[in-house]
């Protein structure tokens, strides 16, 4: 980056990202080329999946714009210096969520096909998987916010020490960080309680798009509302409420 001009740093990082996306999609296929069958790719498959996921398609969608929702908010009523800091943490947070949907992937493929199943044994065998990967994860997220909290407090209290990694700005604000960690981890407790979607497909399709429809309205709404009381903290506010 030093030796491109300061007007294309920007296209620069875009154009790496979408090649170094290119590059992993492509070393995927190459990778996982064996375990494709010719007889399963044809028109009618194609339509049939698109069908079927259609609805899991609109809702990463809104789920995409529910994460930036609070951020378009303060780009219309915040500071600049508020927006920089929120959307910093923000993004280390969207980061940290790859790790965090490991523990959701080891659980979820399992419970889907078990509720999905006509069995009624592995339909109540579902259920207890939900309630079993449900106080894993609280286990899980407590152990995480005990490790983190010493970690905020000391960064909190000594940001000297760290203003040659992070901008001092930022290191003011580990309140908020604290804040939004917690919204974090309550956020992923959802990922548990919407397995109900895989039950009965065409029953729920409407019901998925539907609840996460009215969930974007309330985390905009709701935090244009929370920040004329609280200001930024209130954002963050009323994402914890919703979760």
């Known amino acids: 980056l030093p030796y491109i001009g300061e007007e294309n740093k920007l296209d620069f990082v875009f154009v790496s990202y979408t090649v170094v996306g290119g590059i992993g999609a492509l070393l995927s296929i190459i990778i996982s080329r064996e375990y494709f069958e010719r007889s399963l790719i044809s028109v009618e498959n194609a339509r049939n999946l698109i069908n079927m996921s259609f609805v899991f398609f609109l809702k990463n969608i809104i789920a995409f714009m529910q994460t930036y929702a609070s951020r378009i908010v303060l780009s219309l009523i915040a500071t600049?210096?508020?927006?920089?800091?929120?959307?910093?943490?923000?993004?280390?947070?969207?980061?940290?969520?790859?790790?965090?949907?490991?523990?959701?992937?080891?659980?979820?493929?399992?419970?889907?096909?078990?509720?999905?199943?006509?069995?009624?044994?592995?339909?109540?065998?579902?259920?207890?998987?939900?309630?079993?990967?449900?106080?894993?994860?609280?286990?899980?997220?407590?152990?995480?916010?005990?490790?983190?909290?010493?970690?905020?407090?000391?960064?909190?209290?000594?940001?000297?020490?760290?203003?040659?990694?992070?901008?001092?700005?930022?290191?003011?604000?580990?309140?908020?960080?604290?804040?939004?960690?917690i919204s974090f981890l309550l956020g992923n407790f959802r990922t548990f309680f919407d397995v109900w979607q895989y039950t009965k497909l065409k029953q729920v399709n409407k019901h998925i798009v539907v609840n996460n429809v009215v969930l974007l309205i309330l985390i905009y709404f709701g935090s244009l509302y929370f920040y004329e009381l609280f200001g930024i903290y209130g954002v963050v506010l009323n994402q914890i409420l919703i979760y």
Do not use: C, W
């Open 80 to 181: 600049s210096y508020l927006l920089g800091v929120y959307s910093f943490y923000l993004t280390l947070f969207i980061q940290v969520n790859f790790l965090f949907s490991i523990f959701s992937q080891t659980y979820i493929p399992k419970i889907r096909n078990l509720l999905m199943s006509d069995d009624e044994h592995d339909f109540l065998r579902g259920k207890k998987l939900v309630i079993k990967s449900f106080k894993a994860y609280l286990m899980f997220a407590v152990g995480v916010y005990l490790l983190a909290l010493p970690i905020i407090v000391f960064v909190g209290y000594h940001p000297h020490y760290f203003t040659m990694f992070i901008k001092p700005e930022y290191l003011d604000n580990m309140h908020l960080f604290n804040i939004m960690v």
